[in-house]
């Protein structure tokens, strides 16, 4: 899902998004109307939609049989080389944009308990 106003996502940080097409949930053409967005403001990206699965295609829940059978019929099933494709593809996003230097913490983080905030550096 996409918010409604897209003008601050053309702002954003790299993204890296995998998309299956099977999912029917999200509208038609999201990954094509992401693309564009991002494209407008020169956001560095790795937007993909897979055709062949679902929602869930990276999570292999190794569920009993019988449930797989539910699984596939709903729409979520893991499908192992989309998977590793997203995963190689997120993995190289944060390789490449994390080892740029440009991801920073936040210094403002008045608790310890709470996760530092991470800000993408202007």
């Not at 590793?84 to 994390?98: G, I, M, N, P, V």
């Not at 991801?103 to 993408?120: E, F, I």
Request: hydrophobic letters at 35%; glycine letters at 6%; aromatic letters at 6%.
């Amino acid at each position: 899902m996409l918010p409604k106003n897209l003008e601050p996502v053309s702002r954003s940080c790299p993204v890296v998004a995998s998309f299956g097409a099977q999912y029917y949930i999200v509208a038609c053409g999201i990954a094509a109307r992401l693309e564009s967005v991002l494209a407008r403001g020169d956001v560095p990206r790795d937007i993909k939609e897979y055709p062949d699965v679902g929602h869930s295609f990276m999570n292999d829940w190794r569920l009993p049989g019988p449930m797989r059978t539910v699984e596939r019929a709903v729409g979520l099933s893991y499908c192992a080389d989309e998977a590793e494709d997203a995963l190689q593809r997120t993995t190289e996003c944060l390789e490449r944009h994390l080892a740029e230097g440009r991801l920073r913490t936040h210094a403002s983080t008045p608790n310890r308990d709470r996760a530092p905030v991470l800000r993408w550096a202007q």
